[in-house]
């Protein structure tokens, strides 16, 4: 395929070519990212992205679907067995449209949604100030604990109390944390809500046994198919049998047309490659690396939000440093490794400019890193911000990274093919 892009469109060929080389020669750390198996790639640049399949399988508008069927069967029955869930829809082009979807087939507009603020690490569309989802729901935000970053559970209980939400949002993109689904299904039962996990971010360790599923607390879990779960780029809702037919509604034709059927043949090849021994050792070391590279920087004198890790992400609060988050994410960049800079809970700083640097590392677990290459990642961050307008200082650990990228080639395979 990728010999046909160079001889029709040279120009894209070369772009995808220099894109290929930039993944493969920096430590890529932004938490939502991950590296997808050669066939999850050929899955999804198949010839089914040349199918329409307006409806679902068996129920289509359009004809020529014995195969789409077949797929999208497969598809739903992977995600059903790797996340232990009655029913799941996995058409939704993205996490966010996934997310509009729960809430539309839960709530009327002008009704109470809460979720966690996106300042505290929580997403655009758990209801924040500039999302559709806070002009068409009531939207009231609970925070994290202002001290110690985490969850206040008796908090976010009586805030549930005073505004009776109808639903309760619970899930992250910058909380480091177990989260207590339990306890979130406690407080949504109380209060009379449903209860929507969002575990786009977490969604590979959940599979894996290394993070709580909140399948049996949520009335809806939705997620995204690429971050931890090693898929292209998609979103999933699974759900009780309950609100199956109302979530399959709210998908199509409530706010779709036609599933990407290339992205949903490539999500059933990624949740095959979830169902694997390999998966759970990837998922189990993607949290060690993640502790090992927490306890590294906290010697060097980091500050991490809450104090550390209990899952794939760290959330550096520079203020301790006297340094703002887009200098330090952008010199950890001309290092080649690729962070992002992001708002810790009650920032002084602008969303622009913050006081934190998020971390991930999925990709490089990856590509295979421990936790002694953890560390040394750790080591790299810590001599660039100490350098941050040395520009010497910042091109040889750029080198150094280079060299220990060399050592660690993406792999193409994940796991022993059947
Ligand atoms: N953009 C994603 C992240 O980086 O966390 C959330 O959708």
Redesign the pocket.
């Known amino acids: 395929m990728i010999d046909a892009l160079e001889q029709y469109d040279p120009q894209i060929y070369e772009l995808i070519r220099q894109e290929e080389a930039r993944q493969s020669g920096c430590i890529r750390m ?3 990212e991950n590296y997808v198996s050669k066939a999850v790639m050929m899955a999804s640049g198949s010839c089914l992205t040349n199918k329409y399949a307006e409806g679902y399988p068996g129920r289509r508008y359009y004809e020529g679907q014995h195969v789409t069927d077949l797929i999208e069967i497969l598809a739903i029955e992977r995600a059903k067995t790797i996340f232990r869930a009655d029913h799941a829809n996995v058409q939704p082009y993205s ?1 966010s449209v996934a997310n509009l979807a729960a809430y539309s087939a839960l709530l009327e507009p002008g009704e109470t949604l809460m979720g966690l603020s996106l300042d505290h690490g929580g ?1 655009l569309t758990h209801g924040w100030k500039v999302s559709m989802t806070s002009r068409f729901f009531h939207s009231v935000p609970y925070p994290v604990d202002g001290k110690t970053g985490l969850l206040d559970y008796t908090m976010i209980e009586d805030l549930a109390k005073k505004h009776r939400p109808k639903v309760i949002v619970c899930g992250a ?1 910058a909380y480091p944390r177990i989260i207590d689904f339990e306890a979130f299904g406690r407080i949504a039962k109380q209060v009379g809500a449903y209860l929507v996990a969002d575990i ?2 977490i969604a590979g360790l959940v599979v894996a046994g290394v993070h709580p599923s909140p399948v049996p607390h949520a009335d809806l879990v939705t997620t ?1 198919t690429h971050k931890t779960l090693r898929g292209p780029r998609g979103g999933l809702i699974l759900c009780k049998a309950e609100h199956a037919k109302a979530v399959d509604r709210a998908v199509f034709p409530g706010l779709q047309g036609g599933p990407h059927m290339h992205t949903i043949t490539g999500v059933a090849v990624a949740m095959a490659e979830a169902n694997t021994p390999e998966f759970v050792v990837y998922a189990q070391q993607v949290v060690k690396n993640a502790k090992a590279l927490a306890d590294r920087l906290m010697e060097h004198g980091f500050e991490l939000s809450t104090g550390g890790t209990d899952n794939h992400l760290i959330l550096i609060d520079l203020r301790n440093k006297g340094l703002l988050g887009k200098p330090v994410a952008k010199a950890l960049d001309r290092a080649r490794i690729v962070a ?1 800079y992001n708002s810790i809970p009650n920032d002084p700083a602008p969303p622009m400019n913050p006081s934190g640097v998020r971390l991930g590392t999925p990709a490089m677990t990856t590509r295979g890193f421990k936790e002694a290459e953890a560390v040394q990642v750790a080591d790299f961050i810590n001599k660039v911000v100490q350098n941050l307008d040395n520009e010497a200082v910042i091109e040889k650990v750029g080198n150094e990274v280079l060299m220990l990228c060399s050592q660690f080639p993406v792999p193409e395979h994940f796991i022993i093919p059947q």
């Open positions: 932004i938490p939502s996490g997403h993109t786009a971010h995204t992002n």
